[in-house]
C-alpha cells in the first residue's frame, strides 16, 4: 500500500511539474509575442511565470529524492564497507528528515503570515506562493522515508531512470 500510494503521489507531482513548466513555456511565450507584435506586454504573465517556476523548482526538489537524482559526495562512503554504508546512508537521511521538518513547521509560519500581502499584479495572497515550502517538505520527507526503507532493506535507494 505504502509503494501505491509513494507511486502515487510522485507520479501527480511530476505532471504538475511538467504542466507548470508548460505553462511558464506559454505564459513567457505571449509575453514576448506580445511586446513584438503589440509594443505592450502584459503586466501579469511575468509574475506569473516566476511563481510557476518557483513551485516547479520545490515541487521537482521533492520528487529528485524518489529518482536518486540529488548531488551527493560519495566517495567517502563508497570506500566503507557495506554495512556501515547503509548507516551512514541512514544518519544523512535522518539529518534530511530534520530538515524537511523544519521546512515544514517554518514554511507554514511563513504561509500564514504572508497571506495578508497580496501579489502586485495577479493580487492574490502570497501565502499560497509560500505554500509550496512546507507541501515540497512533506513531499520531501516522505520520498526520503521510502529512499531509506529501500536503502536499508536493499542496499539500493533512490530509482534511477
Known sequence: MW?????GINRTVENLTALFLAAMVVLIFLQ???????????SWTEEAARYLMIWLTFLAASYGFRRGAHVGVSVIVE???M???????AVAGLV?????????IFGFELMDRSMMQHSPALN??????????PISGILMALNLIDVLIRTIR????????
Open 3 to 7: 509503494n501505491k500510494a509513494i507511486r
Open 32 to 42: 514576448i509575442l506580445m511586446r513584438l507584435v503589440m509594443a505592450k506586454s502584459f
Open 79 to 81: 570506500r566503507l564497507p
Open 83 to 89: 554495512r556501515f554504508q547503509r548507516w551512514v546512508q
Open 96 to 104: 534530511c528528515l530534520v530538515f524537511f521538518a523544519l521546512l515544514v
Open 124 to 133: 492574490f495572497p502570497m501565502g499560497y506562493v509560500y505554500s509550496v515550502i
Open 154 to 161: 536493499t542496499g539500493r535507494g533512490g530509482e534511477r531512470s
